[in-house]
């Protein structure tokens, strides 16, 4: 009992006091120093501010936690003095395994930067979030933009849940515009919730596939189709492209039946060769179209802000399960219905109930 009521309030507490924090006041000297490599469009700081928000420790967490309000709060002053111009251009970029994601990115970002932009890339990655392992692999996909001074690229985190790492991709997003990059891709694959987590953080969610028999098409999920602004058929090249021709036509067909996300956007299904270049530069005029369409409409800003709201919900689903894990007895408690649910001594539904109401007990014993 004793360690019960030690470690409910210290949980609790942990919590209240790092949601005080304001965006001014006092900050941790670690943070000031970032905030600083940050302003200064410093690739190191922007690492190691990422490293942070990602990391599970206490005392980074709350520094994190700083850091991540002090950008924001920064970020609304740049908003009110320039609008939505300040915004950066937040792209979501999804596709099965072998679609061309990395020779796509690394093609399209090489142009943007020759154009002067600065590009950053994250990954969401669910088979890092789960097993460890990885269906986006590591930053030597893209050897040339790694080695870009004006580009920078970020794997998705080795660790944690799915919910933990969109979290900390929120987070990454805002502080690569902190550091000065215009442009912020976020890759992720096709494969589980990902794509919605993801559709769910940009401005413009893109699906990029490889041309194919259809079956592709039989298969994908209609849901990521309904949220997609943009369908990019890749490797329309050499012997690829009538097969590319035939995607771009059974998705033109199959778009006509799908509500479209925005009245104003109905999304275009473009051919690219991300080895030859071709379409790239068409494919960065209609993201410029889209952006100044969903301007004109007020959409871009209503989006930004329910990107903000999906964002608190995360940290809030988040910090509940964590408060839950950590309430002593839980563990085992938990445990204990797992089994029983699977061997069907229990329904899911009751299990879940009576784990509902063990918390909620240990919650109050502990006041
Ligand atoms: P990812 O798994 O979606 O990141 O796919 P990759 O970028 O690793 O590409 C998978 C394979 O497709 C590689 O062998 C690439 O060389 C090839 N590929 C990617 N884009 C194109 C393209 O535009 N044309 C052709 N012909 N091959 C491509």
């Not at 976020?186 to 987590?197: I, K, L, N, R």
């Not at 100044?292 to 007020?298: D, I, L």
Request: with cysteine.
């Amino acid at each position: 009992m004793a360690l019960l009521t030690k470690q409910i309030p210290r949980t609790l507490t942990a919590l209240s006091r790092s949601s005080s924090f304001s965006g001014s006041g006092c900050l941790d000297h670690t943070v000031t120093r970032i905030l600083e490599g940050l302003r200064n469009g410093q690739r190191a700081s922007l690492a190691e501010a990422i490293t942070l928000v990602e990391t599970s420790h206490p005392k980074k967490k709350e520094q994190a936690k700083q850091l991540v309000s002090q950008v924001l709060h920064d970020a609304r002053q740049r908003q009110y003095a320039l609008g939505t111009k300040s915004f950066s251009f937040r792209l979501g970029l999804s596709g099965p395994p072998g679609a061309g994601k990395s020779t796509f990115i690394e093609r399209f970002g090489k142009f943007l930067t020759s154009q002067g932009h600065k590009v950053a890339v994250l990954a969401v990655d669910p088979s890092s979030a789960t097993t460890g392992g990885s269906l986006l692999g590591d930053k030597t996909r893209m050897p040339e933009l790694t080695t870009d001074k004006n580009a920078y690229i970020r794997p998705s985190p080795s660790r944690g849940h799915l919910g933990g790492v969109t979290r900390s991709t929120n987070e990454a997003v805002v502080l690569c515009e902190a550091a000065g990059y215009d442009i912020v891709i976020v890759e992720t694959v096709g494969v589980g919730q990902s794509e919605f987590s993801v559709a769910d953080m940009v401005d413009m969610f893109t699906l990029l596939i490889p041309p194919g028999g259809g079956d592709e098409l039989q298969g994908l999920k209609r849901g990521i189709m309904e949220m997609s602004d943009l369908i990019v058929v890749n490797k329309s090249d050499g012997d690829l492209v009538a097969a590319a021709h035939r995607m771009q036509y059974e998705y033109i067909s199959a778009l006509k039946y799908i509500r479209s996300r925005n009245k104003q956007w109905k999304a275009p299904v473009k051919r690219v060769s991300s080895v030859t270049g071709e379409g790239i530069e068409e494919l960065w005029e209609i993201l410029q179209k889209y952006r100044k369409t969903m301007e004109n409409s007020g959409d871009f800003l209503s989006r930004r802000q329910t990107q903000q709201k999906s964002w608190m919900w995360t940290h809030l689903n988040e910090n509940l399960m964590s408060v839950f894990m950590q309430t002593y007895g839980m563990k085992q408690i938990l445990k204990e219905r797992e089994r029983q649910v699977m061997l069907g001594m229990i329904s899911p539904g009751d299990a879940a109930d009576s784990l509902l109401q063990e918390f909620l007990k240990t919650i109050n014993q502990s006041k």
